[in-house]
């Protein structure tokens, strides 16, 4: 699986941005897929994540209720929609494909380690 995220570029505080990741291959619906993201001098960070049927999600706190993953099989496309943006969510963010298991811990979806497939990352920056 490639994974190709874009959709990345500056807004203000108070904005929205939509994410995009194009998964190449025809198993991509088999996939979780992920969300995460690399600030300045701070360490990697989940984000938001999707099951591979669509049905189940899981967001970091610091996001829930303003970002909302999706994912369109069709199109072999995830979406991260970004609302209510903060200068804080400044970031290089990264999609990431991971191969099926039991989620019915869906906090399982934000360990980093679930996943095997990452795609470059797309810059968000959030002016104040």
């Known amino acids: 699986v490639q994974l190709q995220a874009s959709g990345g570029g500056l807004v203000q505080a108070g904005g929205s941005l939509r994410l995009f990741c194009a998964a190449s291959?025809?198993?991509?619906?088999?996939?979780?897929m992920g969300w995460f993201r690399q600030a300045p001098g701070k360490e990697h960070e989940f984000v938001a994540a999707i099951d591979w049927s669509g049905s189940l999600t899981y967001y970091a706190d610091s996001v829930k209720g303003r970002f909302t993953i999706s994912r369109e099989v069709a199109k072999n496309t995830v979406y991260l929609q970004m609302n209510s943006l903060r200068p804080e969510d400044t970031a290089v963010y990264y999609c990431a494909a991971g191969r099926q298991y039991d989620t019915s811990d869906s906090r399982t979806l934000g360990d980093r380690n679930r996943y095997d497939y990452w795609g470059q990352g797309t810059l968000v920056t959030v002016s104040s």
């Open positions: 291959g025809r198993t991509f619906y088999t996939y979780n």
